[in-house]
């Protein structure tokens, strides 16, 4: 399993269309202009990572590998899967050691009740419960399958009814390409709800990466011609993902963000999607989220509040891996970085 050029591994993403975005050739290449290296690796075309070294002092790296197509053959079940594995591992393990990296972070592309932990490579190749995510592990899915009234149907009536407001109060959506304008209304947004935001050139780059491709749009909910929220939305074969979202504090009572979230899963079936994933939620369960969604304001819990109107499924994400090549410096990362 060699290390591949970024155009053979577009060809075998391509070959694999309902690879995650995360693996995306495009993704690679935004993170690579912002501190991250990435690595391909790809075996047999069968099995096939993405790798992003995140530069370190003294030269030592942390790696991470974010929703591998690898996925979903995470048990050894068979000879041949297992020789498939051996391989794999070993040359991931050779890629991280040529990169310094202290260890390697796997987030596996698979929902928790669909892999139990016996399933997991951990004996078998050295890999450990990671008490860390870098990507929000609990989400809510919306299934796009269906036409667009039987989709409604399955929304809150409040979110359906908001939707038809802010059409019957004047809002419009509408593709855009203002990225300095979207970067604006981030960074309201941001210090509205406490939480980071990129700066202007990220997310150029990432509209400049996945827009000519068609898997990327940005949406913007107007009134009157001005703007009031956006949205960046992405889409690999049957699954999408609402990515970045924002809005300004100007007509929030003709509901914009409501229309634009729907256009943009209009956006994603006529694309060909099946599923839309809200991208982030407390990680609580169901019945946690559901008793104090109305009382809690930290954290996801406002977007938690708007994204349960639109009727989907809360998802929790198998949980991260590590694998260590340097304890002692993995040991103090997990005492200084997450207090664990």
Same mark, same amino acid.
């Given at each position: 399993?060699? %290390?591949?050029?970024?155009?053979?591994?577009?060809?075998?993403?391509?070959?694999?269309? *309902?690879?995650?975005?995360?693996?995306?050739?495009?993704?690679? !290449?935004?993170? *690579?202009?912002?501190?991250?290296?990435?690595?391909?690796?790809?075996?047999?075309?069968?099995?096939?990572?993405?790798?992003?070294?995140?530069?370190?002092?003294?030269?030592?790296?942390?790696?991470?590998?974010?929703?591998?197509?690898?996925?979903?053959?995470?048990?050894?079940?068979?000879?041949?899967?297992?020789?498939?594995?051996?391989?794999?591992? =070993?040359?991931?393990?050779?890629?991280?050691?040529?990169?310094?990296?202290?260890?390697?972070?796997?987030?596996?592309?698979?929902?928790?009740?669909?892999?139990?932990? *016996?399933?997991?490579?951990?004996?078998?190749?050295?890999?450990?419960?990671?008490?860390?995510?870098?990507?929000?592990?609990?989400?809510?899915?919306?299934?796009?399958?269906?036409?667009?009234?039987?989709?409604?149907?399955?929304?809150?009536? =409040?979110?359906?009814?908001?939707?038809?407001?802010? %059409?019957?109060?004047?809002?419009?959506?509408?593709?855009?390409?203002?990225?300095?304008?979207?970067?604006?209304?981030?960074?309201?947004?941001?210090?509205?709800?406490?939480?980071?935001?990129?700066?202007?050139?990220?997310?150029?780059?990432?509209?400049?990466?996945?827009?000519?491709?068609?898997?990327?749009?940005?949406?913007?909910? !107007?009134?009157?011609?001005?703007?009031?929220?956006?949205? @960046?939305?992405?889409?690999?074969?049957?699954?999408?993902?609402?990515?970045?979202?924002?809005?300004?504090?100007?007509?929030?009572?003709? @509901?914009?963000?409501?229309?634009?979230?729907? %256009?943009?899963?209009?956006?994603?079936?006529?694309?060909?999607?099946?599923?839309?994933?809200?991208?982030?939620?407390?990680?609580?369960?169901? %019945?946690?989220?559901?008793?104090?969604? !109305?009382?809690?304001?930290?954290?996801?819990?406002?977007?938690?509040?708007?994204?349960?109107?639109?009727?989907?499924?809360? =998802?929790?994400?198998?949980?991260?891996?590590?694998?260590?090549?340097?304890?002692?410096?993995?040991?103090?990362?997990?005492?200084?970085?997450?207090?664990?």
């Amino acid at each position: 399993m060699p %290390e591949v050029s970024l155009a053979d591994w577009n060809q075998f993403i391509s070959d694999h269309s *309902n690879a995650h975005l995360l693996q995306m050739g495009e993704w690679g !290449e935004l993170k *690579n202009n912002f501190g991250w290296k990435p690595v391909r690796l790809l075996l047999n075309n069968e099995v096939g990572c993405q790798i992003l070294f995140r530069r370190l002092p003294l030269g030592l790296t942390l790696g991470y590998m974010p929703k591998p197509v690898f996925s979903g053959q995470w048990s050894v079940n068979s000879e041949q899967l297992s020789v498939i594995s051996d391989q794999f591992w =070993k040359e991931v393990d050779s890629v991280c050691k040529k990169n310094r990296a202290v260890f390697l972070k796997i987030e596996p592309d698979a929902w928790e009740d669909s892999m139990t932990e *016996n399933q997991l490579p951990i004996t078998n190749y050295q890999l450990r419960i990671s008490p860390h995510n870098i990507q929000p592990p609990r989400t809510i899915t919306i299934e796009i399958k269906d036409n667009e009234e039987q989709i409604l149907a399955r929304m809150k009536p =409040k979110c359906r009814y908001n939707i038809r407001l802010a %059409e019957k109060k004047g809002i419009t959506v509408r593709a855009w390409d203002d990225i300095p304008a979207f970067h604006e209304m981030m960074t309201v947004t941001g210090g509205r709800d406490k939480f980071g935001v990129h700066s202007k050139e990220y997310y150029q780059r990432a509209y400049e990466l996945f827009h000519p491709k068609g898997t990327c749009e940005l949406l913007v909910a !107007e009134f009157e011609g001005k703007p009031l929220a956006s949205l @960046m939305v992405f889409a690999n074969g049957k699954r999408a993902w609402y990515v970045y979202g924002a809005s300004n504090d100007q007509e929030r009572n003709r @509901m914009p963000t409501y229309l634009l979230q729907w %256009e943009a899963i209009r956006w994603a079936k006529a694309r060909g999607c099946d599923e839309y994933d809200l991208w982030g939620v407390p990680d609580e369960n169901e %019945e946690a989220l559901e008793a104090q969604f !109305e009382s809690r304001h930290d954290g996801l819990w406002g977007v938690y509040r708007f994204k349960r109107g639109f009727g989907g499924q809360i =998802k929790r994400a198998s949980q991260a891996l590590d694998k260590v090549y340097n304890p002692l410096l993995y040991w103090l990362y997990t005492r200084l970085v997450i207090g664990k």
